[in-house]
Structures are given as C-alpha cells and as structure tokens.
C-alpha cells in the first residue's frame, strides 16, 4: 500500500516537473549488474531521489575514501532523479602515507557505452538521469 502511495506521488512529481523518463528499471538493473559484476570496485555515487531535496551523501565535492553501495542503495530506481558517479576512490595506505587514487574512470565509461546510457560529465563525476527536463545536455 506504501509503495503504491510512493510511486503515485513520484507519477506526480514528473508530471507537474514535465520531466522525461531517460532511464527504466531495466536499463539501472543492467547499469547496476555491470558495475557489481565488472569493475574493480564499486565506485562511489550521490543520489537524488525525487521526491527529496536532500542528496545522499550530502556532500560529493571531492574524492572520498569508501565505495557505493550498488547492491541495495540505488532503489527503488523509479524514485531515482539522478546519480552523480565518482568512478575512482582514495585508498587508504597508513596514517603517515597519503592516500592512493584509484581511478576506474575509463572502465565506468564504457559500460555506460556498452550499454547506451545517456549521462553527463561534470567536475570528474558522471551524472545518470532518471527524469529529465532538458535532453540535450547528456552524451551518449
């Protein structure tokens, strides 16, 4: 009952936002499976759900030192409005070492190629739409 409550709010929000369905539950579901089942690790995201004015995490300005949770974090992926990925991370190597960056930048690009989703780059992180007003700003 909560669910179908949640989802008909969401139908609301893209209605009165007149904003463009970019990604379904198939194309985050293969999104999600090649990130899980290819890379190296899990890279880091915020996500904008739509009916939220608060990103999770709050602040995604700088490489971070964890990994994203892709498993379970991403759902339910018709509330998503977008992702911002930071395919590389800060690998920690001992108190008095800075840390490494570990970048997977190439390898989250093609799968974003390999599996034609539209995003858009921005300060080295990948934004992954799930409703859209203006298409043309993504690369495909």
């Known amino acids: 009952m909560i669910a179908n409550q949640n989802?008909?709010?969401?139908?609301e929000a893209i209605a009165?936002?007149?904003?463009?369905?970019?990604?379904?539950?198939?194309k985050w579901r293969e999104l999600q499976?090649?990130?899980?089942?290819?890379?190296?690790?899990?890279?880091?995201?915020?996500?904008?759900?739509l009916l939220e004015?608060?990103?999770?995490?709050?602040?995604?300005?700088?490489?971070?030192?964890?990994?994203?949770?892709?498993e379970e974090g991403i759902e339910p992926f018709y509330c998503v409005e977008w992702i911002r990925v930071r395919p590389r991370y800060l690998k920690h190597r001992g108190r008095l070492v800075?840390?490494?960056?570990?970048?997977?930048?190439?390898?989250f690009v093609n799968i974003?190629?390999?599996?034609?989703?539209p995003?858009?780059?921005?300060?080295?992180?990948?934004?992954?739409?799930g409703y859209l007003v203006d298409t043309s700003i993504l690369t495909s």
Not at 7 to 11: A, D, I, P, S
């Open 7 to 11: 989802k008909m709010k969401v139908m």
């Open 119 to 129: 995003y858009r780059l921005e300060n080295d992180t990948y934004y992954i739409y």
């Open 33 to 49: 499976d090649a990130v899980i089942n290819t890379l190296l690790f899990p890279p880091p995201y915020q996500c904008k759900y």
């Open 112 to 117: 974003l190629k390999a599996l034609s989703i």
């Open 53 to 70: 004015e608060i990103r999770h995490p709050e602040e995604f300005e700088t490489d971070v030192w964890y990994w994203g949770d892709w």
């Open 98 to 107: 800075s840390p490494e960056l570990i970048d997977i930048t190439d390898d």
């Open 16 to 26: 009165e936002r007149n904003l463009v369905s970019i990604m379904n539950n198939t």
